[in-house]
């Protein structure tokens, strides 16, 4: 039986769904307007509801890694601010005719694209989802149901409660932005099933918190987010290069699914550049585990890894390395333990990067440069609703183009069959 109160948000994102899939452009770029403008005017407010969520997490034992992620400051609030605006400015995406033809019986067929209707959202401990993810949904004129984190709960209630009155003050519906705010795992379960009202699910977050929706939900899924994301550095590589690429990819912001989580080594550079390595990361304290070798070059620098480590996403100032024969070995460890997020190879030989990028099956393959940059920013797609692992529907960055879907017009005239 499902939550009277979580069928109750359903009942009203319904409607308000239908009422938003056909709102005029824009209407709703002066909705997105008005929440940018809040967010910065309320800046006051939503960092006093972070602050609660910082204190209950220092006390709670969170890792900085982690806390970083929780953290809300005025610049950050300026930012995401200016991310609702970057998505005010990008291209209407629903009403677009994406393709089209007359038959020969003068049946005139038009394929034009559509919100998917009510996009629900289970996410972790990043509030800033929570305006990326209103922005994007009502951009491509899709209501949204939110169930964040409980790490996250003052911080999100806040920016819930500033966007629906933003919306509200242009003559939009608040009820196309929802927020679950009961953090249990139950009312997570039942989310998941809220067949009927919710038209697909996105979770955003670790791999179990993936694993768990993709598990329990009856709605369809989007499955986004787990970064088990690889670096092999090839016989061939720039070192420094490879080394300032290694940096950025684990310490500009660790606890993100673009963070690099395994540095695979040709046997023919390890010597050289596994110091190099572990003297690059050093000024961030990342603690190295690694295969025998890697133990055998860096000594007490490193420590060993186990079988875990190759398919763990740490989220943290933890990198697991090993050096392989050739790069036949670092593609067989990717498509054993990779997440098919992202996965870079450094090199200098053209054969070799064309050989990784078409054997590994990942949304984004990369040469010569950091995983860090898949991000739908990045891409130019805006902010994204997440960063889709699978192949169906969606795959990679998700931004507005992802949140439609399409349907057949067809003009006659009397044509029968």
């Known amino acids: 039986m499902l939550n009277n109160s979580l069928m109750g948000l359903g009942v009203r994102a319904r409607k ?16 997105l307007e008005a929440i940018a403008s809040a967010v910065a005017f309320h800046m006051e407010q939503i960092l006093a509801a972070n602050a609660k969520d910082m204190a209950a997490a220092k006390e ?52 034009r ?5 009510v996009v629900g959202m289970i996410y972790e401990s990043r509030p800033n989802v929570t305006v990326d993810c209103a922005a994007l949904c009502l951009k491509s004129g899709n209501a949204c149901i939110l169930r964040g984190g409980k790490e996250a709960i003052h911080s999100n209630m806040a920016l819930v409660s500033v966007m629906r009155e933003a919306v509200e003050s242009v003559g939009l519906s608040a009820d196309c932005i929802q927020l679950v705010e ?32 993709v598990k329990n939900a009856t709605v369809p899924v989007i499955e986004t987010g787990a970064g088990n994301c690889h670096i092999f550095v090839d016989a061939t590589a720039d070192l ?67 079988e875990e480590d190759w398919a763990t996403e740490y989220d943290d100032y933890i990198l697991a390395i090993r050096v392989v024969e050739d790069m036949e070995e670092a593609i067989a460890h990717i498509e054993a333990y990779s997440t ?74 009397g044509q029968i069959r």
């Open 16 to 31: 308000s769904a239908t009422e938003l899939a056909i709102a005029l452009s824009g209407v709703k770029n002066d909705a």
């Open 60 to 111: 709670s034992g969170m890792s900085d890694a982690m806390q970083d992620r929780l953290l809300l400051t005025e610049d950050r609030l300026r930012d995401i601010a200016e991310a609702v605006r970057y998505v005010k400015g990008l291209e209407e995406p629903v009403g677009r005719v994406v393709g089209g033809d007359i038959r020969p019986n003068g049946l005139q067929i038009v394929k």
């Open 113 to 117: 694209t559509v919100p998917l209707g």
């Open 182 to 213: 009961d953090t249990s795992r139950e009312t997570a379960t039942e989310l998941m099933r809220l067949n009927g009202y919710v038209d697909v699910l996105i979770p955003r977050g670790g791999a179990g918190l993936i694993a768990s929706v």
């Open 240 to 306: 420094e290069m490879a080394a300032r690429v290694l940096n950025n990819a684990k310490t500009s912001r660790p606890s993100v699914c673009n963070a690099v989580e395994t540095l695979l080594v040709h046997r023919d550079c390890g010597a050289k550049f596994l110091p190099m390595a572990a003297d690059a990361l050093a000024h961030a304290g990342v603690e190295l585990r690694g295969c025998e070798q890697t133990v055998a070059i860096l000594g007490e620098r490193a420590k060993p890894a186990t």
């Open 340 to 413: 098919r997020h992202s996965e870079t190879i450094m090199t200098q030989s053209h054969d070799n990067a064309r050989l990784f990028c078409d054997r590994v099956d990942s949304a984004a393959v990369y040469v010569n440069a950091s995983t860090r940059f898949t991000d739908g920013g990045e891409f130019g797609l805006g902010a994204e609703i997440g960063i889709s692992t699978q192949k169906l529907h969606a795959r990679g960055p998700m931004g507005l183009a992802h949140l439609t879907s399409y349907k057949y017009i067809i003009n006659g005239s």
